[in-house]
């Protein structure tokens, strides 16, 4: 690039303080920390699932009766994405990601003095609200942080500890449930999340673009770019000050903010590939056991498979998002593709149980791996005074595809479709995702030549 044509702007120069820097103390603490934060969220989630069926037999519920229990959840999780998206554009990424921690234990703790299902709905309702807005300010808080090489790993990093917080709810039960019962479960969630609330309050820094846009908080600026930089400049420091304010009430108009100018392309794309890949993902997490018991597998082989899916997929998240990270979202448009086709493999008939666990890790890698990657992609296609609410939103938006894909999933194994197509039917929005990911790059791009045209006199 020309000097000339060089942006000198006060956001381009706090936007490369940010990328020339190593993974420092401050970097690295902060994805530790938000690993740990991910998986107390996974784990808060899923503890519930390894404690139904003593709750059940001691309360005498039916299966029916307790299916309101995780709808609650899964609501509030909705409902927490889009709430605390807006805390974290307003208030900032940190106070959101803490007081979501807050809520998300005291809704664990408050499982305990639950005696009957409609308050149980209610508590599990009031933790999912802090599981869903937690996710959406790590991955903002984080992609603002680090050099922009890394914004979509860095979420594959810390989606890492979810996955693993999600599994070692049935580890811990294994251990306890046997001799405790189910209530230290909770005891558990609730207390390390309110323990990570106070250790992030003295270690988690807010997001240095947040406070760019914040008049009254211009020193906490300045102090966190010296911890970022320790040989910035006054002079640098006293530029990157000058960025303007976010103006007064811009993160409190609702919708709006995320469908001006070019976002008003971006949005819908966004929510489409979201709705459609959650359908494929949340199907396979759902029903792959049953699946592979139809197809002969044991009850082990099957729980092996699904723990082989989820697995790949952490890895195929981080594989994709570093990609993300170099070539952009377009770049990966053959992954849902590719995953549409390997799920294809499942029908096949006489695959033998190690050839169907290989298939079920390679679909693991390119389906689940490709979710993973829209997470990280998530945050790059929204500017920092939205960035929140607009993985928040999408975030909850996609709740409708994780409703969607369970749902059709079980009324089409219980027609008794051919297995053939039924994976191809389950498979189907795979392709509508590809083809989002296509128009996403493209208006991602058409956005960053906008930017970079030279202004005429």
Not at 40 to 57: E, K, N, V
Not at 231 to 254: F, K, N, Y
Not at 261 to 266: A, C, D, P
Request: proline share 5%; net charge neutral; hydrophobic share 50%.
């Amino acid at each position: 690039m020309d000097e000339k044509d060089r942006d000198d702007s006060p956001s381009a120069l706090l936007g490369e303080v940010i990328d020339k820097q190593s993974w420092n103390a401050l970097v690295v603490t902060t994805v530790l920390l938000s690993t740990l934060m991910m998986f107390i969220d996974g784990y808060d989630l899923h503890t519930i699932a390894f404690a139904a069926p003593s709750i059940m037999s001691e309360w005498s519920l039916s299966s029916a009766a307790f299916g309101l229990v995780f709808a609650a959840a899964s609501f509030g999780m909705l409902v927490g994405g889009i709430v605390f998206g807006w805390i974290g554009d307003r208030h900032g990424r940190k106070l959101g990601s803490l007081a979501a921690l807050v809520v998300c234990g005291l809704g664990s703790l408050s499982v305990l003095h639950a005696r009957d299902v409609n308050l149980l709905s209610l508590c599990r309702f009031l933790t999912g609200i802090g599981i869903g807005g937690l996710t959406p300010l790590l991955y903002a808080l984080n992609q603002e942080l680090v050099p922009h090489r890394f914004r979509a790993t860095v979420v594959a990093v810390i989606m890492m500890g979810y996955m693993a917080g999600s599994a070692s709810g049935g580890a811990v039960a294994a251990a306890l449930m046997p001799h405790y019962g189910w209530e230290p479960l909770f005891w558990i969630g609730g207390a390390f999340s309110l323990l990570l609330a106070g250790v992030g309050y003295v270690l988690l820094p807010e997001s240095v673009a947040f406070l760019s846009r914040r008049a009254a908080r211009k020193a906490e600026m300045a102090t966190l770019l010296r911890r970022i930089d320790p040989t910035i400049t006054p002079e640098t420091v006293a530029r990157i000050a000058t960025i303007p304010d976010a103006p007064q009430g811009a993160a409190s108009r609702g919708l709006s903010p995320l469908f001006s100018g070019h976002l008003s392309t971006i949005t819908p794309l966004l929510w489409l590939a979201y709705i459609c890949s959650s359908a494929t993902v949340f199907f396979m997490i759902s029903w792959l056991p049953t699946l592979m018991l139809g197809a002969g597998l044991s009850k082990a082989e099957s729980a092996l498979g699904l723990s082989l899916f989820i697995l790949a997929g952490s890895i195929g998240g981080l594989v994709i998002s570093a990609v993300i990270d170099r070539l952009g979202v377009s770049s990966i448009t053959v992954i849902p593709v590719v995953g549409c086709l390997l799920l294809a493999t499942l029908a096949l008939p006489n695959l033998s149980s190690s050839g169907y666990m290989i298939a079920v890790g390679i679909c693991g890698f390119f389906v689940l791996g490709g979710h993973q990657g829209l997470n990280g992609a998530a945050g790059l296609l929204y500017p920092s005074p939205v960035r929140a609410s607009g993985i928040g939103w999408a975030l909850s938006i996609a709740k409708i595809g994780s409703i969607i894909g369970p749902l059709v999933g079980g009324l089409l194994l219980a027609a008794e479709l051919p297995r053939m197509q039924l994976m191809m039917i389950i498979a189907s929005p795979l392709p509508i995702f590809a083809v989002s990911l296509i128009l996403l790059g493209m208006a991602k791009s058409r956005e960053r030549h906008a930017r970079a045209a030279p202004v005429r006199d």
